[in-house]
């Protein structure tokens, strides 16, 4: 039985660290990349609750979590793709424009 | 003692999870980052595999490290990044960013306190304990059935956007 304070704890570190990605990272890929890491620690707080308090519901809402991961991977990739068409390079601070 | 075990190979688990984060979120290579976060993948199913959650960590196998991370990497080689190694991975507003993240983690971290959880004791319902697969899978198609439903949807949606967006432009 592990204490779901631990999990809990861990949960918040992985965020912390996909956050420090996502805010942090030049490179768009690896901005997305963050944001799977952050709804990865999202899930590991949901199993340790549905552990914690004996209920199935928190699995069923990680697996949304992850449908929906998959989706924002599709789309945020399908995007990136289409930049990278119109200029070469994926650093998002030369992505100044709206429109070019 | 396995509950020793299980205590030992938890903390082994958390350990290497945040070490594989860590290392994925600051490595300059593209690709060193993806491997980590594969190993990060894997490290985060074995830790649901602990809390009771198999069907949670075949599924995170399968469609994260299997589906998802490949999707990140055939794009990586699709894009061809030269410019990547030269620069810093983070931009001039690292310092902000740390501390937004350190910040975040310090208050969720601060925020799980002991009194917020209800105990096990006062929710744990009767009734025959089933497998974890069978159990998910009532929930999902009645309790949950309406957004099993609108999943699916997203996931349609998902796909239909991906192609619009990423087709080429054609003249009008």
Known sequence: MVPVGACLALSAVLFGIGLIGFLGRRNIILMLVSIEIMLNAVNVSLAAFSQNLQDSRGQVVALFVIAVAAAEAAVGLGLVLALSRNRPGVSVEELTQLKW | ?172
Request: proline share 6%; aromatic share 12%.
């Open chain 2, 1 to 172: 003692m396995p509950i020793l075990a299980g205590q030992i190979a938890f903390y082994y688990l958390a350990a290497a999870s945040v070490a594989s984060a860590i290392l994925a979120v600051t490595r300059r290579n593209p690709v060193h980052s993806m491997l980590w976060v594969l190993a990060l993948f894997l490290h985060v199913a074995g830790i649901f595999l602990l809390v009771g959650a198999e069907f949670l960590a075949a599924v995170q196998v399968i469609v994260y490290a299997g589906a998802i991370l490949v999707f990140y990497v055939f794009f990586l080689m699709l894009l061809d990044l030269p410019s990547e190694e030269v620069g810093p991975p983070f931009g001039a507003h690292w310092p902000l960013c740390a501390a937004a993240g350190v910040g975040f983690a310090a208050l969720a971290w601060y925020a799980r306190a002991p009194g917020l959880l209800p105990s096990p004791q006062q929710v744990a319902e009767g009734g025959p304990s089933r497998g974890n697969l069978s159990t998910i899978g009532t929930a999902l198609f009645t309790q949950f059935a309406l957004p099993f439903e609108i999943a699916s949807l997203i996931l349609l949606a998902a796909i239909v956007g991906a192609v619009v967006v990423g087709k080429k432009k054609t003249e009008s």
